[in-house]
């Protein structure tokens, strides 16, 4: 430029050179530009590209190989994997968990969030609202699985519905008796029932098995045989045919075995009518009386019988997923209340004022007003939550117990197992892994447009 | 570091070679007539060691190294390689830096390294050696192609069922020989008001072993081999037979505590060895003493004893299990000296006497066991007429090692069905074949 300066009668061949150098100076000074921008970008797109592009390059490419990554097999495990069924029980279990988990979570969030913002000790509720979210998600498993163990003695939910269940029903004397084979006795829904028919004026004796030594009261007496009944009358004993250390003769009293007081008998007709009922003595023995000169069938009623009352079976493949989707709520419902709540303190509230003032009742308030302004943040966190739903793995690799995953299992946790936990085949779980890919990434699209479209705003 | 190890590596080749040179001319010139080497001989050698042993296991099997050092002279290295031997091992081999012996768990992993021709064969002093302290069943477990290459040092035991004596006692049951006997017994503990038989099959390993014990009675050694490597299909009949005899005992409801499929196998022993016992009987391997001891207040060997899984059909004494073998992977006199060492009934002693240890070496004398309960599951071990290899833990670990699928979880299914012994055949087919390949 200063030749230009110190030279007004410019020469074309100066304004040339004048004009280029003054380009290359702005091409510099945009190359500059460009290294500077790359210089500050560079470290992200570094870490971009070896931590996601290449890796999802790779999985594309390594999808089309077999298990040991040497024999090209073109579309084959994409083949393999939607014919393989565990794959549909994962594809339905994601399905089940996107339909029922955001829209829970969100709504939950919202609840605590809106009423939360109204009482006095909120902040202290939505810290324990909060509090799962600060612990490990696979912590969060165990205790989810220690909760609902089928045992009541180990998980806590079955302990409270067996207690529950005892006061209202409570358990039977004598759980899981059942007769002696040959002893012409017969099991029909529970109870215990004569083969064939009895008649008044005879005697009907019941030895009974698999009774827990500790099932038999104290009270309990030897066993006797009963005395001759009346001719309206059928007597007999119920016992324990069975002696500490085994032995004596399987269907006879003797041996010091034991009767079985408070059972009760009843004697049915050919319908099925309960004639009359009587209940054992300490040395097992009844009498039956008053009974019409017909047909009768004697039976010990289940009530006698029946096993104590064992719970649910929350792990098992009918409800485990029901359970680990509980879990992922219980952690998921604090993030969405933190958010929700975050949007809701955002918010201009001259708006409800001003709606209040025009006599809108609460309700109103809620859905004409606060709820289309918070809808920016339900969004994202709706769309976060697919986005995490889609990719759930460790709730559901931690709860089930084993011989319930295949019931639970999601594609994600598919992914692990063929590649990792087992199968080695890491090209099916490449195309697992592109399967799961496809699947999020429309959801990721909408996230970033909105993002964008919140920026432009 | 990474340049050094090469380098550290290199010296102690070439220490080990000028060694084991000097030595062999030694050895020839002064023809001692001794197999094994005097004391000093292996002075200035020093040999690397590994195995998946850590902790208690690490210090005993120290114990028995130190008295190869002390008789040799030779330094020995022990390295742990953790859970994953397979991997470790083959990483090592792959840089050029394998230990001089490694003790390794998988009978596949021997195979694999055999065929890839990164074993030594034992010397022929070593090979008589184990010919006169083993059973040919560990002799074809340790070899491949025909040729020896492993010594089993370690050995466990899968065929033993424990039992807890008070709830025999009280129900008048006796140990039972056969498989009818096993199921009556099992009859008479429930009679008594106590679950004859507890299984925890959450996950399906406790399922694949009742399996290999059932089925090696029924088919035989032979049909085992080939079921193992998949030589014979799982549609095969003896594979139903198998799972006859299994299906009438499993489903027999009033034999079983309820709720199998949600319980651990740690829970089924609790059950069994716990206060009340729910249930008389738990099947599984030797450990299960481990777990009697840490989790229940039952004294192994007291009120809990085992007895020998039944016979099934006048099947001869067969036992199912594991084991460590030892190979060799570099061709130096000290790695083959304690090769020859570790065959030997002095070497597993040491370790039999430490406890938590049996040894398939048929001459280690019974009497050195601390205990009655591990004299008597290493007498079951060594008079075994048939001795094979758990057949999941030969299987691709698709098949017979992953929670879920393969026959972990097929026979789950089984047990929750056991009449539909067809489908069970034909789905365990299906997954053995996609993971044989």
Known sequence: MTTAVGNPPATPKSAATAGGTGGRHQKAAGGRRLFIALAFLAPALVLLGVLVVYPVIYSIYRSLFDAAGSNFLGLGNYITMFTDPATFVAIRNNVIWVLVVPVTVTILGLIFAVLMDRIKWGIAFKLIVFMPMAISMVAAGVIFRTTFQENPNLGVVNAALVGVHDIFGGSSAYPNARPREDAGLAEADGAIQTDGTVQAGSVADFPLIGINESNIPGTAASAVAADDPAGDAISGTVWLDFIRGGGGTPGEIGDDKVGLPDVTVTALDSSGEVVATARTAADGTYTLTGLPAEDLTLSLPATNFSASYAGVSWLGPALVTAVVILSYIWIWAGFAMVMIASGLSAMDRSLQEAARMDGANEWQVFRRITAPLLSPVLIVVFVTLIVNVLKIFDLVYVIPPPSSLPDATVIAVQMWTVSFGGGNDQGLGSALAVLLLILVLPFMIINVRRFRMDRER | MRSQRPRRLLATVAIGGTAALVLAGCTSGSDTGTDSPASGELDGVTLNVASDWSGAEQTNFEKVLKKFSDDTGAKVNYTSYGTDVATTLNTKVEGGDPPDVAVIPQPGLLQSLAADGNLVELDSATQDEVKANYSQDWVDLGSADGS??????????????????????????EVPETWEDFNDQLGIISDSGVYGLSIGADAGWPMTDWFENVYLRTAGG??????????????????ADALTELGTLWGNTTLIQPGTAQRTFGDSVIAVFGDPPAAGTVFEGDFVAGNISSDTAAVVGETAKFYDFPSVNDSEPSVVGGGNVAVQLTDNEGAAALMQYLATPEAATIWVQEGGFTSPNKNVDMGSYPDETSRQIAESLVSAETFRFDMSDLAPSAFGGTK?????????????????????QQKLEESAAAAFG
């Open chain 2, 222 to 239: 032979e049909k085992y081999d080939q079921l193992s490597t998949h030589e014979i299909p799982w549609t095969d009949p003896s594979v």
């Open chain 2, 148 to 173: 020896l290459y492993g010594v089993w040092f370690k050995a466990a035991n899968k065929s033993t069922v424990w039992y807890n004596t008070e709830v025999y006692d009280t129900a008048g049951a």
């Open chain 2, 404 to 424: 879920g699928t393969g026959e972990w979880q097929i026979l789950i299914d089984f047990f929750n069905n056991p009449t539909d012994i067809a489908g069970t």
